[in-house]
């Protein structure tokens, strides 16, 4: 279900087009997980979070970025 709703969201009610932008504001959970995955296929995917957290999430987007 998580992925369905991600995806019904972005490209059915967001219309999401290739080169477009998707901000993402913490993310966290199974559904904005899979919105991240998605939209990195074919968008630009700006993430926020705490100052706190930057250098976990660098570190991970990284580490996922060395996977692909």
């Known amino acids: ?3 369905l709703t991600a995806w019904q969201g972005l490209f059915e009610h967001g219309r999401l087009q290739a080169g477009q932008s998707v901000p993402r ?3 966290t959970g199974a559904v904005g997980s ?4 998605l939209a990195r296929s074919s968008a ?3 993430g926020t979070g705490r ?8 570190d991970s ?3 996922n970025s ?3």
């Open 25 to 27: 504001a913490r993310r």
């Open 34 to 37: 899979m919105v991240t995955q």
């Open 44 to 46: 630009l995917v700006i």
């Open 51 to 58: 100052a706190a957290d930057r250098q976990k999430a660098l």
């Open 61 to 63: 987007a990284r580490r």
């Open 1 to 3: 279900m998580p992925g």
């Open 66 to 68: 060395s996977t692909r």
